[in-house]
């Protein structure tokens, strides 16, 4: 099913895309705002979203500035940058306090967005996200990532045989009969530019929302590091899905869905 696509500018400018759903019946759970990845687009949410609207809440996913159908080379990607345009979204649309599920660079943007407004989240869903850095070998390491892609791929059948995931192919565009991707190389390395120079402990010490740690057993988020987050707010919760890796959400829709639907109950 396709979901209608808006478009929200931001102070600076930049255009940023997103889907603002509502359930069928009225919302009887707080709104989630979803946060993707790097290179990613707010589609791969839509699994998890139908599970969230079925069981009430109001959803909006968003493509980051620099990705999917959001401005390509927006003047700046900072992580300020990055925190202000879904305050802005927060904003325009009136979803505090709201829900945040981040994954991975999506997760960081949102534990920021928790620790500099904690007036608009209710409640943090990080999912192979966390804190720790630097890590000076990150820009090298996206950059060799993306340059292993083909110049363009023949079809999505093909592009999902190499991307991993059948969501990760659909946020691809087609030109002139091959598919290929809706981000810019260098906006890309430059987004991991400012991530590889610094950790974020005391940002993630401020934050005094309900937090949900979610790791894919076969995850990319080192344990020594989410014990780390464990220690240093033991009030946060730890969710280990089988059978995940990074893509958690795309791997394991249904269960990162009741592990959500759980900690939310239980806050």
């Given at each position: 099913?396709?979901?209608?696509?808006t478009?929200?500018?931001?102070p600076?400018?930049?255009?940023?895309?997103?889907?603002?759903?509502?359930?069928?019946?009225?919302?009887?759970?707080?709104?989630?705002?979803?946060?993707?990845g790097?290179?990613?687009?707010?589609?791969?949410?839509?699994?998890?979203?139908?599970r969230?609207?079925?069981?009430g809440?109001?959803v909006?996913?968003?493509?980051?500035?620099?990705?999917?159908?959001?401005?390509?080379?927006?003047p700046?990607?900072?992580?300020?940058?990055?925190?202000?345009?879904?305050?802005?979204?927060?904003?325009?649309?009136?979803?505090?306090?709201?829900?945040?599920?981040g994954?991975?660079?999506?997760?960081?943007?949102?534990?920021?967005?928790?620790?500099a407004?904690?007036?608009?989240?209710?409640?943090?869903?990080?999912?192979?996200?966390?804190?720790?850095?630097?890590?000076?070998?990150?820009?090298?390491?996206?950059?060799?990532?993306?340059?292993s892609?083909?110049?363009?791929?023949?079809?999505?059948?093909?592009?999902?045989?190499?991307?991993g995931?059948?969501a990760?192919?659909?946020g691809?565009?087609?030109?002139?009969?091959?598919?290929?991707?809706r981000?810019?190389?260098?906006?890309?390395?430059?987004?991991?530019a400012?991530?590889?120079?610094?950790?974020?402990?005391?940002?993630?010490?401020?934050?005094?929302?309900?937090?949900?740690?979610?790791?894919?057993?076969?995850?990319?988020?080192?344990p020594?590091?989410?014990?780390?987050?464990?220690?240093?707010?033991?009030?946060?919760?730890?969710?280990?899905?089988?059978?995940?890796?990074?893509?958690?959400?795309?791997?394991?829709?249904?269960?990162?869905h009741?592990?959500?639907e759980?900690?939310?109950?239980?806050?």
């Open positions: 099913m396709t979901h209608p696509t478009h929200l500018t931001t600076d400018g930049t255009r940023i895309a997103y889907r603002d759903r509502t359930p069928p019946h009225p919302a009887s759970k707080p709104p989630v705002l979803l946060l993707h790097l290179a990613g687009h707010l589609g791969e949410w839509d699994d998890l979203a139908d969230l609207l079925s069981a809440r109001r909006v996913a968003y493509d980051a500035r620099g990705h999917g159908a959001s401005t390509r080379r927006p700046t990607v900072t992580r300020a940058a990055h925190v202000e345009d879904a305050v802005s979204l927060v904003d325009e649309l009136g979803l505090a306090p709201v829900t945040v599920v994954q991975s660079l999506g997760g960081h943007t949102a534990m920021l967005l928790a620790a407004h904690p007036a608009l989240v209710r409640s943090l869903v990080l999912i192979e996200a966390g804190p720790a850095g630097p890590s000076p070998e990150l820009p090298a390491v996206i950059a060799a990532w993306l340059d892609w083909p110049t363009a791929f023949a079809s999505l059948e093909e592009a999902t045989a190499f991307l995931h059948e990760w192919a659909r691809l565009e087609e030109r002139d009969g091959s598919w290929h991707p981000f810019d190389r260098g906006t890309m390395i430059e987004t991991m400012e991530p590889a120079t610094a950790a974020h402990w005391s940002e993630w010490s401020r934050i005094r929302c309900p937090t949900l740690l979610v790791r894919g057993a076969s995850g990319t988020v080192l020594t590091e989410a014990a780390d987050m464990l220690t240093r707010r033991p009030d946060t919760r730890q969710a280990v899905i089988p059978d995940a890796a990074h893509d958690v959400h795309l791997d394991r829709p249904d269960q990162l009741a592990a959500i759980e900690f939310d109950a239980g806050e």
